[in-house]
């Protein structure tokens, strides 16, 4: 039988250790991507293991019953909040779907610039999907990374994201389009030249 | 929709519902159709779609041996 958000509560509140190491294992890699990809390049990771620690204090205290990813990832936001530690530096503007055809085209929206194929087994290492993060405005960044990498529903998402789940939709595709075109970058810098 | 009716800014608009498998079956249809007859559009979807499959795989970072020892020292009872 599948271990429920409730059961590992009500396990964390009887002390179980256990718990608390099952809870990590599931949940850190992900609460750790979204401290690196919204924290200051420069600070420490206190923001993260504050984060932690009020989690598993707000379950002892019977605050947190449930949703629990949710409640790491609420709280890796307002640590960094707290903190001031938010990458606070400006981002562009975010990079289209990319070049068509006008209106006034006998082809119009069809391709102006053909997207040219990356090499055969080319795919972004983590460290470039963090890269790239990075360079899309931190809203959109922390959207793509509760929904995309966490996979929490709109509704779990609403506090983390500062936005209702009736209008996540709209901004996940305009944050998914910019990370494409960033990752095409960065996947054929990491090329080197295309012939 | 029809394939036939899709242009290829139309369909680089749609990438988004149709990695999440939200388009019904007449739509999706008709947007895999066009990346059949389409390269350019076959290419720019395979793009993304490697691209956010390893966003899906990036959170890998292992559990700090100190972070776990810190969590478990706070379920000891209060004094």
């Known amino acids: 039988m599948p271990v429920t958000d409730e059961d590992t509560c009500a396990r964390i509140g009887r002390g179980d250790a256990s718990a608390v190491s099952e809870l990590l294992e599931r949940d850190h890699a992900v609460a750790d991507l979204l401290f690196r990809a919204s924290s200051a390049q420069s600070v420490g990771d206190g923001a993260l293991k504050s984060a932690w620690a009020t989690l598993i204090e707000d ?110 939709a709209p901004a996940l595709e305009a944050a998914r389009d910019a990370y494409v075109a960033y990752v095409d970058e960065e996947v054929a810098r990491g090329c080197g030249p295309r012939t | 929709m029809r394939a036939a009716d899709m242009s290829c800014d139309l369909v680089a608009g749609l990438m988004s519902r149709w990695w999440d ?47 776990r020892r810190d969590l478990v020292a706070l379920l000891r009872p209060m004094p």
Request: glycine share 6%; charged share 25%; proline share 9%.
């Open chain 1, 59 to 168: 379950i002892r205290s019977g605050l947190v019953t449930g949703c629990l990813r949710a409640a790491l990832l609420e709280r890796v936001i307002f640590a960094l909040d707290d903190r001031g530690e938010f990458d606070t530096a400006r981002t562009p503007a975010l990079p289209g779907r990319g070049a068509f055809l006008a209106a006034d085209d006998r082809w119009a929206g069809w391709w102006a610039d053909e997207p040219v194929p990356w090499p055969e087994g080319a795919e972004p290492t983590p460290a470039q999907v963090l890269t790239v993060l990075r360079r899309i405005p931190l809203s959109l960044r922390v959207l793509l990374v509760v929904r995309d990498v966490a996979h929490l529903p709109a509704a779990q998402a609403e506090r983390i994201v500062n936005r209702p789940s009736d209008r996540q």
């Open chain 2, 21 to 67: 498998g939200v388009m019904d079956d007449r739509d999706r249809d008709a947007y895999e159709q066009h990346l059949l007859f389409c390269p350019p559009c076959m290419v720019q979807n395979d793009k993304a779609r490697i691209a956010l499959t390893a966003l899906a795989r990036a959170a890998r970072e292992p559990v700090p041996a100190d972070l």
